[in-house]
């Protein structure tokens, strides 16, 4: 398997799902994959495909949600020669290219119900007919499935095909979201760091400060390992001084004093959404400042502080809470000195 896509971690969690891959993949019957983004739903599809007797034959992978609804049939089935406008020529779809081998569909709950009913019939049958033809194909494919949705609630809604449900269920792999991974998310990091620091041609890897870590560990990833790669491999390549640790992460790439505001919403007949009037009330009195630097440095303090009292210290929250990101929070609490028992660092109770 290729380098760059394996699994890293040592969690019971993650563990037990790889595992499940690994004893379903000597069998030619359908597997779902369930996951968020970026908790490695292909990686999976791989493993199932290589440790399988097929793994000498193609891994076809085609993204359900990458094509318009017209399209999908056609991609997925083949067309004939004048099946439809624009078709000049005869192609053969998915099916027919994994002949033998495996077929990936991933985001395979954004398939339309016409979709759903022609995939039915190859899971049933093992054969597929292409538009405009007259007589299926038959073809030797293993299905695996992904996405992120709940399919079982879709099925009640008539959102999906129970029936096709049925059929590509016989083996289900939910895979973990990485803060249910323990003691993964340090492991993961220094794989990516490492791998970047070489390809950055360190002389040696520094690994992470402590402060770095203890972000990387309270971070709640929505983005899973996917995310935590980025902001790792962005991590490495900023940092400048290889013989100390990595000591500063952005999580948010978007983050800037000078990043666009959103435009005003607007109401479906296209009238811009008026925003509700911001009364704005003295804090004290103007008139009584004579150091403007220290009044803005006071203020900026007492407005952290009681952000940070009202959440607990959890800087997170309060982060979101003031509209910073982390390490702006970050920033302030070192700049005013301040800790969780609302003493300075010089010293005596804040103010």
């Known amino acids: 398997m290729d380098r760059g896509k394996q699994f890293v971690g040592q969690s019971k969690a993650i563990l037990d799902a790889v595992e499940r891959a690994s004893r379903a993949a000597a069998l030619s019957r359908p597997v779902l994959v369930i996951g968020e983004r970026g908790t490695g739903k292909e990686l999976i599809a791989e493993r199932l495909h290589h440790l399988s007797d097929r793994w000498g034959e193609p891994l076809v992978v085609m993204n359900c949600a990458a094509l318009p609804e017209t399209l999908i049939e056609a991609e997925l089935f083949g067309h004939e ?3 439809f406008t624009g078709a000049s020529k005869a192609r053969t779809g998915r099916f027919e290219e994994a002949d033998g081998g495996t077929l990936f569909l991933d985001e395979l709950g954004t398939l339309s119900m016409a ?4 995939l039915l019939r190859a899971v049933e049958y093992g054969e597929v007919t292409r538009i405009g033809a007259s007589r299926p194909t038959q073809v030797d494919v293993r299905i695996v499935a992904a996405t992120n949705e709940d399919l079982p609630a879709l099925a009640e809604r008539g959102d999906f095909r129970a029936d ?6 016989f083996e289900v792999i939910t895979l973990p979201p990485l803060r249910a991974r323990e ?4 492991v993961i990091a220094d794989f990516f760091g490492r791998r970047m620091a070489a390809e950055l041609l360190w002389d040696d890897w520094p690994g992470f400060s402590d402060s770095v ?6 971070y709640p990833w929505p983005g899973n390992v996917r995310e935590l790669r980025n902001v790792v491999e962005r991590a490495v390549y900023r940092w400048d001084d290889w013989s100390k640790p990595v000591g500063t992460v952005v999580f948010d790439p978007f983050a800037s004093p000078w990043a666009p505001r959103s435009a005003p919403r607007r109401e479906s007949g296209g009238r811009v959404e008026a925003l509700p009037p911001v009364e704005l009330k003295p804090a004290f009195d103007y008139a009584a400042i004579t150091d403007l630097r220290a009044a803005v440095d006071g203020h900026e303090r007492a407005i952290v502080e009681s952000a ?4 607990r210290w959890n800087q997170r929250r309060a982060a979101e809470a003031l509209g910073l990101s982390y390490d702006q929070l970050r920033h302030c609490i070192r700049k005013h000195g301040l800790n969780e028992s609302g003493e300075s660092a010089e010293g005596g109770k804040a103010a």
């Open 81 to 83: 020669a004048g099946a």
């Open 115 to 118: 979709a759903q009913e022609r």
């Open 164 to 169: 096709l449900l049925d059929r590509l269920s």
């Open 183 to 186: 003691g993964d998310i340090i």
């Open 213 to 218: 870590i203890d972000q990387l560990e309270e």
């Open 308 to 311: 940070l009292d009202r959440h």
